[in-house]
């Protein structure tokens, strides 16, 4: 085999250079770099294999990374979110990113754009909250900087501006009213964090509690929700009612199951199934030897305690979250009924039965369980519920309907949370 060593290759005339001939085959050894001038041309006019568009690098699990284009990066954000600088930008250039482990929709992936640069044409950070999104992106010019040019499993908004944090707390339960009845289920509790570009329009839906009873199975509590436009649907299942205390009618089940009245099961929580659970099961009602103490209702956190011969079950406690600024526990389940000690509701809202006067009822906007009666007088009403928004104060539009109450700085974090009693919308 002949060797040519040279330092640069130029045409003898004009402009044109090629290499080989029809039907030959060029090889750039394993470890050369071939450099193509500033301002050349390289035109494929036949087949070329062995070029790798993108340069695929090893898991990428630091919480930041400065991305070099013409590279792949896997991000794992199993343990924290990353922030990922580009580079500056020449037009062509592209970058691929993948959600190694599923977990960019828990632990966000946000981009920086190099200096004063723009991102879909503007000059702020972007995120990715896609679980398993695998996305491309290319620098096209100055006026859009990088854009997407491919993506996979875009079940969300890609590279989003921002994410807004949700809290949705569906109606609790009433409990059930007589005879050593159960305690009302907790409105069923669900966050979810969303990315989301300006322009969407979010409607909210507060569930109501349920009604109280009298002689009576409890009533259901009503199903909050959010949803808009390039948004995963949120939806959290109202409170189950507390089982009457005559030995043959259950709990009902809902987002939190409501208390079994004596000698009766409490109903099932997390109905319709949801991952991960929005509430667990109420208690049972005993019925053992003259002992009739009615289950508590199922809370947010745990079940309902099971009656017992001495008292009525206590609710199941609810969740504790700081997504308003402050610390706040919602969603407890209603007490138990009994002819002894009823039991006390759960920590969030949860209201306590009664042996001789309506039972108390939930905490309005916890979506607490109402507490069970006795004796024939009204069961305590579920709780209403509640929906939560919190977003960057920079993000905040300052565009609703259904008067929230809006906080800015919540806390002091930074953030502007809206708090929903009532149904109504927000636009990004």
């Given at each position: 085999?002949?060797?040519?060593?040279?330092?640069?290759?130029?045409?003898?005339?004009?402009?044109?250079?090629?290499?080989?001939?029809?039907?030959?085959?060029?090889?750039?050894?394993?470890?050369?770099?071939?450099?193509?001038?500033?301002?050349?041309?390289?035109?494929?006019?036949?087949?070329?294999?062995?070029?790798?568009?993108?340069?695929?690098?090893?898991?990428?699990t630091a919480a930041t990374l400065t991305a070099v284009a013409g590279k792949g990066y896997p991000i794992n954000t199993t343990s924290n979110a990353c922030t990922i600088t580009l580079p500056a930008g020449s037009v062509g250039d592209t970058i691929q990113f993948v959600d190694y482990a599923g977990t960019w929709d828990t632990n966000n992936v946000t981009l920086t754009a190099n200096g004063s640069e723009k991102i879909k044409g503007v000059t702020t950070d972007w995120t990715l909250s896609g679980e398993r999104q695998a996305v491309s992106i290319t620098y096209v010019d100055a006026t859009q900087g990088w854009v997407v040019t491919s993506a996979a499993n875009e079940s969300k908004q890609i590279?989003?501006?921002?994410?807004?944090?949700?809290?949705?707390?569906?109606?609790g339960a009433s409990g059930g009213s007589y005879g050593n009845?159960?305690?009302?289920?907790?409105?069923?509790?669900?966050?979810?964090?969303?990315?989301?570009?300006?322009?969407?329009?979010?409607?909210?839906?507060?569930?109501?509690?349920?009604?109280?009873?009298?002689?009576?199975?409890?009533?259901?509590?009503?199903?909050?929700?959010?949803?808009?436009?390039?948004?995963t649907t949120i939806s959290s299942a109202g409170g189950g009612g507390g089982g009457l205390g005559n030995g043959t009618d259950n709990g009902l089940a809902g987002g939190s199951g409501g208390g079994g009245g004596n000698g009766t099961s409490g109903g099932a929580g997390n109905t319709p199934s949801t991952s991960p659970v929005q509430g667990y099961a109420g208690g049972l009602g005993l019925s053992v030897a003259s002992a009739y103490g009615g289950g508590g209702g199922g809370g947010a956190s745990e079940v309902g305690e099971d009656g017992s011969g001495s008292k009525g079950g206590d609710g199941g406690d609810g969740i504790a979250s700081a997504i308003s600024g402050a610390s706040v526990t919602r969603g407890g389940g209603g007490g138990g009924g009994t002819d002894t000690t009823v039991g006390a509701g759960g920590a969030g809202g949860g209201g306590a039965a009664s042996r001789t006067t309506s039972g108390t009822a939930g905490t309005v906007n916890t979506g607490g369980g109402g507490g069970a009666n006795e004796?024939?007088?009204?069961?305590?009403?579920?709780?209403?519920?509640?929906?939560?928004?919190?977003?960057?104060?920079?993000?905040?539009?300052?565009?609703?309907t259904g008067s929230p109450t809006v906080t800015t700085d919540a806390g002091g974090t930074g953030k502007t949370v809206l708090i929903f009693t009532g149904s109504g919308s927000y636009t990004t």
């Open positions: 085999m002949s060797k040519i060593e040279v330092d640069k290759i130029d045409p003898q005339s004009g402009t044109a250079l090629e290499i080989g001939s029809s039907g030959d085959t060029a090889t750039i050894p394993s470890g050369a770099n071939l450099t193509i001038a500033s301002g050349a041309t390289l035109t494929n006019s036949g087949t070329a294999t062995g070029f790798a568009a993108i340069a695929w690098q090893s898991i990428t590279l989003s501006p921002f994410t807004i944090d949700f809290l949705v707390i569906a109606g009845a159960g305690g009302g289920g907790a409105g069923g509790y669900r966050t979810a964090t969303e990315g989301v570009t300006t322009g969407i329009v979010i409607t909210v839906t507060v569930g109501d509690g349920g009604a109280s009873a009298s002689t009576a199975v409890g009533n259901a509590g009503s199903a909050s929700s959010f949803s808009g436009t390039g948004l004796h024939p007088t009204a069961s305590g009403a579920g709780g209403k519920g509640v929906v939560i928004l919190s977003m960057p104060d920079a993000n905040y539009s300052s565009t609703s």
